[in-house]
């Protein structure tokens, strides 16, 4: 089925839709408040949607949600449904692109979220944060029908997967020759709760989980867990997709590149400070190391939603244009949001 599209004049602020209004759909709706080059229309939880062209109320959503547990129950432009997503598609004709704030469980939830937007006939600008390099390549599968369909996709355009990639892409400039890049995390956040997707996600990650047993944990098994660790998760290793958008991106190997962090679950103060160590030879035979490292008052959330946003921003710009298809942090520069 065809839905009719209708595409905001240039000179019209982008419209937002938000899909997935948990942790950081929530600081989505926050970053966007204060735009003026981006206005969120539209948002999307498990329970229900909600929907206006002339812009939601980012304060009025999270209250909304807080206290019902779904934007669904919102006063104005709020519907309950149970294939929100779908409805929301459908429904909300004026959305230029959305931020795909999804837990990516199962493993294949993303992608399958990608093919109903093509199966709709939608034409616009996705962008996700996903983590894991399976799940990327599980987008780049789609690459022509996305292209096919007119959608330009934007994958991995968070904080790691994301700004960290993008910074690597960057810092390699320097350098004849790549030989490490080493992603180091360090995410504070007060409580669990406020991000189950990505704790489970990152529980998924530990030696001794994969992700469809982290997917089945109860919250009791989760805060049990967190228990044992004194709310600390340590992660090395990781299946993360910045190895693979490097090597697309044609930089280097996807052997060359390591993630791992600590996850904080009771303290919002960083257990370390984020870095990405970009390890090359230069032209001239010297082996150095390039080091980007990220405020230590910056959020997780406000490392994650920025990126994205400005991701989106240029995802727009290429759509303008009628480029289409799939393209990662790693390859194309974000555009500022003003
Ligand atoms: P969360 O658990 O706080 O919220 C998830 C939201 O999605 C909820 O509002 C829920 O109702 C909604 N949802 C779930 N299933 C749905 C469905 N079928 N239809 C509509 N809505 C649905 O999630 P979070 O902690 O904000 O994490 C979101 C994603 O961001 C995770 O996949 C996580 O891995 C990713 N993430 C990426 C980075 C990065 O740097 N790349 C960093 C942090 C988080």
Redesign the pocket.
Known sequence: MNTPHIKTATNQPIHIGV???????QAAARVLAPKQEMLCVAA????GYAYNRQGLNADQCMATYKTHGSLGYLESGGVLSHS??EELIGVADTVDGYFL????LPNTFMANVAKQFIAKGWRGVLVD???RTSAVEQLFGLKDELQAAGITYMTGC?????LLTAAAALAAQSYAEIHTVKITFGVGIANWE?????IR?DIGHLPEYNVEQAKAMTDAEVEALLEKTNGLLKLENMEHADDIMLELAGICDRDRVTVGGIVDTRNAKKPLSTNVQVTGRTFEGKISTHTFTLGDETS?AAN?CGPAFGYLKAGVELHRKGIYGLFTAAEIMPKFVR
């Open positions: 899909l997935g209004f948990g942790g950081l759909g999307a939880d498990q329970k929100s997503i704030a999804l837990p990516n944060a996903i983590k968070g904080a790691t997967p994301g406020a991000y189950r997707a990505t996600e997780m994650v």
